[in-house]
Nanobody
Framework: QVQLVESGGGLVQAGGSLRLSCAADGLTISSYVMGWFRQAPGKEREFVAALTWSGGKYAGSVKGRFTISRDNAKNMVYLQMNSLKPEDTAVYYC?????????????????WGQGTQVTVSS
C-alpha cells in the first residue's frame, strides 16, 4: 500500500520561508516522477513543481522562489518555499506517478497525499 504523507505547513508572514516534506511509503521515489500541487479555497488544484526525468520543473508563479528536491536515501521529497506571498496560501499536496504524460496534469498522478496547509499572512 502506497502512502504519501506531507508535513511542514503552517502560518508564515509574507516574505518568509517554509520547507514542505513528503514521506513516501510503499514506493521508491527514485523510480517516480514526484510532484507538488496546491489548492486554494474555491479554486482548482494546480501544479506547483515536479521532479521529472529531466530535472525540476516549476509553475511560472513560483519559479525562482520554490525549489523541489529529494533525498533518495530517506525516500523523501521536499519543497523549499522562499519569498512567500499571500497568494501562495493553499493546501499543498505531494503526488507520484511512474510515467505521467504531462507532469502538470493532476489526472496523470496515481498517488496523492492528504495535504498540508500553508497560510501566508500579509
Amino acid at each position: 500500500q502506497v502512502q504519501l504523507v506531507e508535513s511542514g505547513g503552517g502560518l508564515v508572514q509574507a516574505g518568509g520561508s517554509l520547507r514542505l516534506s513528503c514521506a513516501a511509503d510503499g514506493l521508491t521515489i527514485s523510480s517516480y516522477v514526484m510532484g507538488w500541487f496546491r489548492q486554494a479555497p474555491g479554486k482548482e488544484r494546480e501544479f506547483v513543481a515536479a521532479l521529472t526525468w529531466s530535472g525540476g520543473k516549476y509553475a511560472g508563479s513560483v519559479k525562482g522562489r520554490f525549489t523541489i528536491s529529494r533525498d533518495n536515501a530517506k525516500n523523501m521529497v521536499y519543497l523549499q518555499m522562499n519569498s512567500l506571498k499571500p497568494e501562495d496560501t493553499a493546501v499543498y499536496y505531494c503526488a507520484a506517478d511512474q510515467a505521467p504524460t504531462s507532469y502538470i496534469d493532476t489526472d496523470e498522478y496515481m498517488y496523492w497525499g492528504q495535504g498540508t496547509q500553508v497560510t501566508v499572512s500579509s
